[in-house]
């Protein structure tokens, strides 16, 4: 199957700088989600982004499937921006196919 | 909306006890659930895939048996962990998918299970 590996494995930023998380994939990108598990271990859904680019507030992505990458922006980071980002691709379009994870990143802003 | 959420939250049982976790997709039918399991500091597992009205798909190396999957409804799923040992302790994540063209995953909170 698909692997995804997920860097830098780990970082440490100060409040308000900014950074980029990269997902890279071995095969063919179909259903690409991007989310945030946050210290009480909730999945919250970034973007779901197969393609292109999208933004939401200070957060962007941006998914090149023929090149089979996704970037995460984060501008102006804040404290509760801290915890674990994961990619993970949905396979092909269909309805209830299962998710292959990246390896995540563990993100820790600092004051 | 997509709202899925999960109970209990944290549960603590006995070995050899069985404890059930309820999965629901509160504000969307969800025609598959997913249950996963993420040990500390890593990311997460698929233990099986639930389609209403149906056999759960389990993957490689996850017991059936173990871990009984009913998916009674389109807006609930229930993983049953059987005669529970130290070793089953671990944080157990559902997730919900709406029909449609997309593929996008909605997940639960998750339960902490501890075994003593």
């Known amino acids: 199957g698909i692997q995804v590996e997920q860097s830098p494995p780990d970082l440490i930023l100060q409040e308000g700088a900014n950074s980029t998380l990269r997902c890279n994939f071995s095969?063919?990108?179909?259903?690409l989600q991007w989310f945030h598990q946050n210290p009480w271990g909730q999945l919250i859904n970034l973007f779901y982004?197969?393609?292109g680019t999208k933004q939401n507030g200070r957060l962007s992505a941006t998914t090149v499937a023929t090149e089979r990458y996704s970037l995460l922006y984060i501008s102006s980071s804040q404290t509760t921006d801290s915890g674990v980002y994961f990619c993970?691709?949905?396979?092909?379009?269909?309805?209830?196919?299962?998710?292959?994870f990246g390896t995540g990143t563990q993100l820790k802003v600092e004051l | 909306g997509a709202v899925v959420s999960q109970h209990p939250s944290r549960v603590i049982c006995k070995s050899g006890t069985s404890v059930k976790i309820e999965c629901r997709s509160l504000?969307?039918?969800?025609?598959?659930m997913f249950w996963y399991r993420q040990f500390p500091k890593q990311s997460l597992m698929l233990m099986a895939t639930?389609?209403?009205?149906?056999?759960?798909?389990?993957e490689q190396g996850v017991e059936k048996d173990k871990f009984l999957i009913n998916h009674a409804s389109l807006t609930l799923s229930t993983l049953t962990v059987t005669s529970a040992h130290p070793e089953d302790s671990s944080f157990y994540i559902c997730?919900?998918?709406?029909?449609?063209?997309?593929?996008?995953?909605?997940f639960g909170p998750g339960t902490r299970l501890t075994v003593l």
């Open positions: 997730s919900a998918s709406r029909s449609g063209a997309y593929n996008e995953q909605f």
């Open positions: 095969d063919s990108v179909n259903n």
């Open positions: 982004i197969p393609s």
């Open positions: 993970a691709d949905g396979g092909l379009t269909g309805g209830g196919n299962k998710l292959t």
């Open positions: 504000d969307f039918q969800a025609t598959t």
């Open positions: 639930s389609n209403e009205g149906s056999k759960a798909t389990y």
